[in-house]
C-alpha cells in the first residue's frame, strides 16, 4: 500500500509541473503579453466619433459617441467637449480652403450684389422655361443681409427655401456670381 504523505507528493509535483508547462507554453504562443498573439500589431486605436444629425423635425444635434446634444452647453463631459471642439476646428478649415473669394471688382464698382445675383437668377430662370418659378427675387435687406423673396414668402438663407430644385437654381446663380461670370 501507498503511503498517503506519498501521494500528496506526488500530486503536488503534478500541480507544479502542470503550471510550469502552462506558463511556458502560454509564453510559447504570446498570451503572456496581454492575450496578444506574437508579432502581431496593436489593435487599432479607436476614438469616439463627433456627428452633425438633422432630426425629422430640422432641429441639428450633436451626437458624440451615443449621446445627442442640443446646444453645445449640454456637454459636460471635458473629453466630449474637446472633440467636439476639434471637430469644429477641422470643419472651419475645409471651409476656408472650399470657399472662394469674391472677385474684386463686385466688391468695388457696379450694382450691390444682391442685383447682381438677381441678375443671374432671373437670367437662369429664363433659361429653364419648364420651372414653375417666374416670382423670385433676389433683393438687399433694410439690415443689409441678401433676402430671396419667392411669391410673398421671404426667406433669408438658400437653405430655408422649401423647394429643392429652386435651392439648386440659386446655388447656381450664386456660384456663377462667385466665380466671377460675366453678368447679363
Known amino acids: 500500500m501507498v503511503s498517503l504523505e506519498l501521494v500528496y507528493y506526488f500530486a503536488g509535483g503534478a500541480l507544479i509541473v502542470g503550471l510550469l508547462f502552462g ?50 452647453r449640454e456637454i459636460h463631459d471635458h473629453r466630449a467637449a474637446m472633440l467636439v471642439l476639434e471637430a469644429m476646428q477641422a470643419l472651419q478649415a475645409m471651409l476656408r480652403e472650399s470657399t472662394p473669394a469674391l472677385p474684386a471688382e463686385s466688391r468695388l464698382q457696379g ?26 427675387r433676389l433683393e438687399t435687406l433694410p439690415d443689409g443681409t441678401l433676402g430671396i423673396l419667392v411669391g410673398t ?5 438658400v437653405e430655408d427655401v422649401p423647394d429643392p430644385e429652386l435651392r439648386a437654381l440659386l446655388r447656381e446663380a450664386i456660384q456663377r456670381w462667385l466665380q466671377g461670370s460675366p453678368r447679363p
Not at 450691390?112 to 416670382?135: G, K, N, S, T, V
Open 153 to 157: 414668402q421671404r426667406y433669408q438663407r
Open 23 to 72: 506558463i511556458a507554453l502560454g509564453f510559447a504562443l504570446g498570451v503572456g503579453r496581454g492575450g496578444e498573439p506574437a508579432g502581431a500589431p496593436p489593435p487599432p486605436r479607436t476614438e469616439t466619433g463627433v456627428a452633425m444629425i438633422r432630426e425629422p423635425d430640422g432641429t441639428w444635434r450633436i451626437e458624440v459617441g451615443k449621446q445627442r446634444y442640443r446646444h453645445l
Open 111 to 136: 450694382p450691390a450684389p444682391a442685383e447682381q445675383l438677381d441678375r443671374i437668377l432671373q437670367e437662369l430662370l429664363r433659361e429653364h422655361p419648364e420651372l414653375p418659378y417666374r416670382a423670385v
